[in-house]
């Protein structure tokens, strides 16, 4: 069970997300391909985010590289996207992008951020941290147990890459047409697949 | 220490009277690495030599006036070897060399240069012998860049034993690399360098240290031809990686207090020409073309590389005199051999007429030789002055010419035996075929598919009716399968099959279906098209007549009969033109037509602001090509001949050059879980 990302994103309906930051653990694959995985990872955020609702809290599953993209987005236009592997559990993702939502609100109030148009880099050192510490749901199992009774009365809309999309949009036809995926990283995502099965490219 | 000794980063001699022309013909990585060394070993300091006092210096006097041993590691040995032989060592005055970590007796009024990799191992060596006085002086050369912290080392042991006095002079030579042709190089470095940049269980910090290897090497190579160049890689790859690091490394070298001085070549030419002939280095992973490192080869060297096994231009091979077979070494020297250096990139076909032609000269110059003799002879019987004199003239040219005829034979030897070696396993493996198959196979002109399934389903080599071994066999099919757009599902079972039953392994192929899929959409993305060529066919009836030609290059057969079937294997087995497709990049990015390369970074380390770096708008004339993992004759060659076509001048090099037995190897072990 593994946490890849957290990225945060300014989101405004019917336009682009907008980064403003994101962290990576991606030790786990190898040395020369993180650059692309990066690319993908950033792909794969960016184009969830923008297609969660104000309030929603949403779980799409990427059957095909055993990902799974979880996102939330406040009211105020704050997202946050968190990457996992397919095993890690729903419900401690969607606590730790609670939790990332309000600590980047301690060091980055509304007002610094609400008239971005284009990717920054704003520094959240809490994220590092919490990214570590997430890495193993059950160490961050306490954290559970006092939201318990909130965690009830909401439910998680887990959806399909299919539903996500819009008028027959498919993932991979967004992944040729992205500005995040260099030339490389687009056939990488293609075939992420099968390299899988053959040299543990993911 | 600083009283005894001065670091000072070695430059390129300068030459006066630079023009264009002369400069261009410098771009050659072989003359500048001797021109290094020769440098290296004669002592002189730089600013009191220049090319013309050496060559004055050696028309004078064939020998040096000071005597000096020379003293290497391993490393530097793989370096000296392919480039300077004994007689060149001697005549830079050196009578004696020796490896560095081996029992070495005291020679004394003997100066002693070192050339070594600065490693501690090496360093702590290099003490002892200061300590055991060895020698009167000694001069330090380190093939790459001496770390403070090693030179500190240096400076302490040779303290505490008192032997400061011993070290005359320290330089950093950067010259880490190893130069086969005036236009190919290969690093120095452990081998594996497939597995070492794609197996994705690589340890971060090993990943890393292939990586600074490579760029410490690829430095070295730039410091020895004197130029900055621009740089292209294609993204998140092990090439950008590299390309990056060594980016950073050249820029921080041009801005530190007499950084410049290492590319001191660069001042010479002043800024106008040194802007107009800046070269492209040009990074690749050697994922962008895999099948080329499988083709069976059809030019001589890259056959005598892959057939023979041939590694630091030396080649071992059976030689069958008086009905004995034995084992014997030849070196290759494009420099002193000119039928070598001539017919590298030919095809084998042409190869064996050429050997032909280069016997019957020898017998005809043999006769000239002959008639000068029976003049002699003749003119022995007149007593009179004048004659006396014409047959001392005579003598003379007598000599200098027995002694031309003596190494014309001793090269037309070597070239018959490296022939008649790799005739016999091009007849027994059927190489030709292989070659033609796969030939049709890529230039899409596949119309024989009877052939096709015969070379892979027959026997092996060695029972009846076999052809190829396993290996070629495999060659084969990854080639087709990788060239082919849709393979039928049941023909590769057909074939998979097949090979099975004959005990093969065929983890190497799944690993190239997973790539073949990566690289279509790498090829689908960028919307490449291939350019279709004419077709062609290969009669059996034609390969028949060319195996009968193999068997006369053996046996000096009459000339009339010889003719006809050379004639035939040339029409049948001449190489198509065709770019491979790591040329297709060089010449996008040369010629600044921004297709293949269009994703690809641009680096300037002569650019300080890295926002905003002003892109070249003349095309490239030269260039530095590098595949990371992995390089092959077959490419090398497929690059000469494309810069030859167009009047440019490309420079290959690679972490190594696999033969495609080394190449499957590897991907075996990578498939190893």
Redesign the interface.
Known sequence: MKVYSIGLFKVVPGNKPVLLNIVYEL?S?????R??VK?VSLFVSRETVGRTNVGERVSMEHTQTQKVCHTTVDSKGLGCSVLTDSEYPGRVAHTLIRICLEEFYKVHPESEWRGLQSDVELQTPALDQLLLKYQNPETADPMMNLQKNLDETITIVKKTVEQLGQRGEKLDDLA?KSDDL???????M??AE??N?????V | MNQNSSLSSSGMMGSGGFGFDQFSNNFSIKTKQIESINKMLSLKSESSSSNNNNNNNKAISGWQEVWKVLIFDTHCSNIIAPILTKGALRNQGVTLYLPLHSDRQPIQDVPAIYFVLPTSDNIKRIAEDCKNKLYDNIYLNFASKLSNQLMEELATLTIQSDSVSMISKVYDQFLNFISLENDLFVLNNPRDSYLS????????TQ??ENIDMVVDSLFSVLVTLGVVPIIRA?????A??IALALEKRISTTLQSSGGSNVFSNMNEMGSQLSSFYRPVLILLDRNVDLSVCLHHPWTYQALVHDVLNMSLNQVRIDVTQNGQTSKKSYGLDSSSDSFWSSNTGAAFSSVAGEIKSQINEYYQQMEKLQQITDIKLDDSDDFDNNNKKSNENKTKGLGNLVQEMDEKKRLIDIHTNLATDLTKNIRDRQIDCFFAMEESIITRSLTDKKELHSLITSPIVGETGGRGTLEDKIRLLIIYFLSTKNVPQSEMDQYEDALTKMGADLSTL??F??TK???E??TA??NVNQSSTQSSNTASGKIGGFMQMMTSVTGYQGVESFTNFFQQGVRALLPKSKDLFVTRIVESIMDLKNTLD??YLYLDPKIQNKSNVPKRTTPFKEAIVFTVGGGNYVEYQNLQDFSKKHNKKIIYGSNELLTSKEFLNQIKN??KN
Do not use: V
């Not at chain 2, 940049?197 to 971060?204: E, G, L, M, P, Y």
């Not at chain 2, 294609?234 to 092990?238: E, G, H, T, V």
């Open positions: 030790s694959f190898g040395f020369f391909q650059g692309s690319e040729a260099s030339f490389q990283s687009k056939a990488f293609n075939n099968r390299m099965k053959c040299c543990g490219y | 940049f794609n197996d994705t269980r690589i340890k971060d990943a890393q294609p993204k998140n790859s092990a950008e990686m799944d690993f279906k997973k899929a990566f690289n959409s790498l993305i960028a269009a994703d990578l498939n």
